[in-house]
């Protein structure tokens, strides 16, 4: 079978060299978005949900650290008394019926 692509088949509008490697990539890049011409479109909707969802973390992440804000910083104060633990207590009590 003959080649099909041969240098200098082709002039391009703005000049560049019509080899063989580059029409092959021209050829390629037509029969790609031939088979697949709503790439783009999927392509722009995938930035779109890409960006809404970045959005969506971004407003998740300042929720949680508003959210727990309250439990995290507040100052926990155990006022020690010197008495048995409860389970002890509990004990003694019944010892004492």
């Known amino acids: 079978m003959p080649k099909m692509l041969i240098d200098g ?5 703005d000049g560049t060299p019509a080899t063989e490697a580059q029409m ?9 978005w ?3 011409s709503e790439m783009e479109e999927r392509k ?3 930035f779109k949900w890409m960006f809404v969802m970045s959005l969506a973390l971004l407003q ?3 929720y949680r650290r508003m959210r727990w804000s309250v439990l ?7 006022d020690v008394v010197n008495k048995a633990p409860l389970c002890l207590q509990l004990v ?6």
């Open 44 to 46: 722009l909707m995938g």
């Open 60 to 62: 998740a992440a300042y």
């Open 72 to 78: 995290k910083s507040r100052k926990l104060v155990l």
């Open 9 to 13: 088949a082709l002039e391009y509008e």
């Open 34 to 36: 031939a088979v697949e």
């Open 92 to 97: 003694f009590l019944n010892w004492q019926y």
């Open 24 to 32: 092959g990539k021209d050829v390629v890049s037509f029969l790609s």
